[in-house]
């Protein structure tokens, strides 16, 4: 299986700031990474795909890089709606795990 | 719009078995890949399923000869056999529709509930 690492695994941050979340993945992936939104009592929410593909109506402060093993997650100018758990995944083997997610909070 | 929405959870005895069943609505299965992800209780996500048609499916090792996939076409609705389960599956269970470049999990249900306790 293909280990995902998130780091960090909890961040603070105020509405504002400059968030990036890290994935390292154990093997080169080949751009297969994607990540999710999720808040409390709620389904996860695709935000990019196929490493730094904005899906269609997510706001265009939230971006991402990265290939083979390395990728990371942006959000730029931090609002009040982005305080959330945040989750990469992988998508070039299965199974498609994915990493153990980083909890935005308010500082 | 694309939707899915689960059904089938509830409270079942350690050994047991339950349906889950994801219906999906806006497009037709046949031909979509269908995901399921669970979250057990304060835990992340963990990826558990994929069906890619109606004879096909993958599953992760922990579930893999439990749990089975089957779809219902003529319904545009997917099943998820959980069989012989253990405390250790409680969780809530999502369905998802598999997208295209980089096969990413686009639309997602609200996710369905399974607690397993005696």
């Known amino acids: 299986d293909i280990q995902l690492t998130q780091s960090p695994s909890s961040q603070s941050a105020s509405v504002g700031d400059r968030v990036t979340i890290t994935c390292r993945a154990g093997?080169?992936?080949?751009?297969?990474l994607n990540w999710y939104q999720q808040k409390p009592g709620s389904a996860p929410k695709l935000l990019i795909s196929?490493?730094?593909s904005l899906k269609s109506g997510v706001p265009s402060r939230f971006s991402a890089f990265g290939s083979g093993t390395d990728f990371s997650l942006t959000i730029s100018n931090l609002q009040p709606e982005d305080f959330a758990t945040y989750y990469c995944?992988?998508?070039?083997?299965?199974?498609?795990?994915f990493g153990g997610g980083t909890k935005v909070d308010m500082k | 719009e694309v939707q899915l929405e689960e059904s089938g959870g509830g409270l079942i005895q350690p050994g047991g078995s339950l349906r889950l069943s994801c219906a999906v609505s806006g497009l037709s299965i046949t031909n979509k890949y269908i995901a399921w992800v669970r979250q057990a209780p304060g835990k992340g996500l963990e990826w558990v399923s994929i069906?890619?048609?109606?004879?096909?499916?993958d599953y992760a090792a922990s579930v893999k000869g439990r749990f089975t996939v089957s779809r219902d076409t003529p319904r545009n609705t997917v099943h998820f056999h959980l069989a012989t389960l253990r405390d250790e599956d409680t969780a809530v269970y999502y369905c998802?529709?598999?997208?295209?470049?980089?096969?990413?999990?686009?639309?997602w249900g609200q996710g369905t509930r399974v607690i397993v306790a005696s």
């Open positions: 196929a490493a730094s």
């Open positions: 998802a529709r598999v997208g295209g470049l980089g096969l990413p999990l686009d639309d």
């Open positions: 995944q992988q998508s070039y083997s299965t199974p498609y795990t």
């Open positions: 069906s890619y048609s109606a004879d096909s499916a």
């Open positions: 093997q080169n992936i080949h751009g297969y």
